[in-house]
């Protein structure tokens, strides 16, 4: 099959959970025989490589405005892909679904990956949400299959819209320490820390991960890695922090060095509340950390008793934390069976079988919704 990925930044993967997506299932689909092609928004790459492990890479502008990014490339990405020929195109972000009708009037067989609920971020305005709103409702109007990538998404679309989606959730690969002394640059030693890696916005809950241990009488650290792409008063609160044990390191993308920082921490923070399974609790749980996550559905979904939950609130946090601290034998234990649900569950080469079932049934027309 010719496969076209569109929707996400691009690949290599530095970003976040779709741009490790595609990358995954690009590569893995090379090795299977296909042919794929992935639409990239060129400022984010200065070396722009014609090839990537056997993946083409396509190069785009996109109009570097928070709204109008994504939707900006992706509607030039489609209409540079039109003479292509491709079998299935798979476009990620539902807030895509509006531009899916040029490729529907073009006759082309289309897959859309929804996501989360976009809808419900504060870095969106009114106007926004308000898009989002009415592009997950168009989504779900149009002739073409919905990827949702978690149970509770997908209940949520069957109970509110009627429309069955497919169930594809992301991926992990176990993963162990081979490079510790890479935490040095970090001022960190194994099991020294606990440790967040997360964009700074409020649904994801770093602000509160830093009060929480603010509050705390300990000699281990704190190592929030991430940030924001744009200017946030809520991302100055965090960086405002005087706490000498709060190490931040700001985006990381070197796969080692998360690796590293991933597999060596005391305990790992999850505090996304909005969306379907995310990659980063995944990843988190593939290197066996024992986690400490948002009390919501899309959370105990996948990590179920393999972790613990806090509420939204300081002091709850902080307990949990507390406990961490006090039960170091237990914490082990629970990140043992965090491994193990990532390799009975989410390996990637179940989820890329997933995938290429999906994609050759569209391709020859058996499932077009």
Request: aromatic share 14%.
């Amino acid at each position: 099959m010719k496969i076209a990925i569109l929707g996400t930044r691009g690949i290599p993967a530095r970003y976040g959970g779709f741009e490790t997506c595609a990358e995954e299932l690009a590569v893995r689909l090379i090795k299977r025989g296909h042919n794929v092609s992935v639409y990239c928004r060129s400022h984010f790459f200065g070396q722009k490589l014609k090839k990537y492990m056997g993946v083409e890479l396509i190069f785009l502008p996109a109009i570097k405005i928070k709204f109008l990014e994504t939707l900006s490339h992706t509607l030039f990405s489609i209409f540079h892909s039109l003479n292509k020929r491709f079998d299935v195109y798979l476009v990620f972000n539902y807030g895509n679904s509006p531009l899916l009708l040029f490729l529907l009037l073009a006759g082309k067989r289309v897959i859309l990956h929804t996501d989360g609920l976009e809808w419900k971020r504060s870095k969106w305005s009114w106007f926004g949400r308000l898009y989002y709103q009415f592009a997950e409702w168009l989504g779900t109007k149009l002739p073409i299959p919905l990827i949702s990538d978690s149970r509770e998404i997908e209940r949520y679309y069957l109970e509110k819209y009627k429309r069955v989606t497919h169930w594809i959730p992301y991926g992990a690969t176990p993963s162990q320490s081979e490079n510790p002394e890479l935490l040095q640059r970090f001022g960190v030693r194994p099991r020294d820390y606990f440790l967040q890696v997360t964009r700074f916005e409020p649904e994801n809950n770093p602000l509160l991960t830093v009060q929480a241990f603010e509050g705390l009488k300990i000699n281990k650290k704190l190592v929030l890695v991430g940030g924001v792409t744009y200017k946030s008063s809520y991302s100055e609160k965090i960086k405002q922090t005087t706490d000498p044990r709060i190490v931040l390191p700001g985006f990381i993308y070197e796969k080692g060095i998360l690796r590293e920082l991933l597999t060596n921490c005391y305990s790992y923070i999850h505090g996304n509340e909005v969306g379907g399974t995310n990659p980063a609790l995944l990843e988190a749980m593939a290197a066996g950390c024992f986690i400490i996550a948002r009390d919501v559905p899309f959370n105990r979904e996948v990590l179920k008793e393999a972790g613990i939950y806090f509420q939204k609130d300081v002091q709850d946090l902080r307990e949990k934390m507390i406990w961490a601290l006090e039960n170091p034998d237990e914490i082990r234990k629970r990140g043992r069976a965090a491994q193990d649900i990532i390799r009975a569950k989410y390996t990637w080469e179940n989820i890329i079988d997933k995938y290429e079932l999906l994609f050759k049934a569209v391709a020859s027309g058996l499932i077009k919704k």
